[in-house]
């Protein structure tokens, strides 16, 4: 990987940081835990197995609840020391969710083929880390109902965690096919496209800048129909460092089309900028317009930039790039 984007990918985790409950709940249970849909809210009935459903998950939402609060209490508590340790705070994650659990294993032993019971199982397994087990009743509901989109997307968010991630490629694809207008495939997969690039050049057949273009080609569908999502567009102003510049022809051609380059990125981090909701976001664009102003040898803005993130999440990043300036002024380092 070339020092650019393994840079990218550094400030990747600055701009687009998890939520808190997932990094805590990932640390209590030993896993990451992928984006999904859930199955859609049930429709009024007086059917009593979809009361019975609809009331599984209304339990399920309330114990989704009191695990962000273990886990906020956990991430913040009055005293450091009473923190419970990551293996005490998985126990007691996996303790509130057991009874919900097993009105679902009821439920779905006496409702084997309810795909939309199957979908909602799955999507509560994953939010606690049972990936495995999620797969297992996303498949099957996939399998009873094929034309739900939803199931491909969660799948092939699923697979590309954990593997195989070549399954991936195929059920995103599913997921648009079936619905080819929601963003939020689009963006995923557009990701999976951009992160696996080895994979996705044999998928598709082609050169890896031709992975890059059909990635930033996804995300671009994604963003015209959700213009006001930041962590999307901020997905997309990524896209602009692994595209690679003509390594061979006039000299001035090439300044062009590096200069070409800088100006897009930063016009994408622009357009992020303006969405951004909360200061962590907008000081996470400021890094990266520190980047591309440092590969530009424009250095008093670098520095600008930098002066403007205070918030200690970012300081690694932040002093990391100062030095890269600094470094830059003073003639000992040559690449951005």
Not at 194 to 217: G, P
Not at 223 to 235: C, G, K, S, T, V
Request: glycine letters at 4%.
């Amino acid at each position: 990987m070339s020092d650019a984007l393994t840079a990218a990918l550094t400030l990747l985790l600055a701009t687009n940081r998890p939520a808190a409950a997932s990094n805590l709940v990932a640390e209590a249970t030993g896993l990451q835990i992928p984006a999904a849909i859930t199955a859609p809210p049930v429709a009024a009935t007086n059917d009593p197995v979809e009361l019975e459903l609809k009331s599984i998950m209304a339990e399920d939402d309330a114990a989704q609840q009191d695990i962000e609060r273990l886990v906020t209490q956990a991430e913040n508590p009055k005293d450091p020391l009473l923190a419970p340790q990551p293996l005490t705070l998985g126990a007691r994650i996996r303790e509130r969710a057991a009874p919900v659990r097993r009105r679902y294993e009821r439920f779905i032993a006496e409702h084997p083929r309810h795909a939309k019971a199957r979908m909602a199982f799955g999507s509560f397994l994953n939010d606690i880390g049972e990936e495995e087990d999620a797969i297992e009743q996303w498949e099957k509901a996939r399998t009873l109902d094929p034309t739900d989109p939803a199931a491909w997307n969660n799948l092939a968010n699923v697979y590309a965690h954990i593997g195989p991630v070549t399954k991936s490629f195929p059920y995103y694809e599913e997921a648009l096919r079936l619905n080819p207008d929601e963003p939020v495939y689009l963006h995923n997969f557009g990701t999976l496209v951009f992160m696996f690039r080895r994979d996705a050049t044999n998928y598709f057949k082609c050169d890896e800048q031709a992975v890059f273009t059909r990635a930033f080609e996804l995300y671009k569908r994604a963003i015209e129909r959700d213009p006001h999502n930041f962590q999307l567009a901020a997905d997309v102003a990524q896209t602009y460092y692994g595209w690679r510049l003509p390594e061979e022809g006039p000299a001035e051609e090439r300044r062009k089309a590096e200069l070409n380059l800088q100006n897009t990125a930063l016009q994408a981090w622009t357009n992020a900028l303006a969405i951004a909701a909360t200061d962590e976001e907008r000081e996470g664009v400021q890094l990266h317009f520190a980047r591309w102003n440092i590969r530009g040898g424009r250095y008093d803005e670098a520095r600008t930039n930098l002066s403007l993130v205070t918030n200690e999440v970012h300081a690694v990043i932040r002093n990391r790039l100062m030095k890269s300036v600094t470094e830059h002024e003073s003639g000992t380092r040559k690449s951005p």
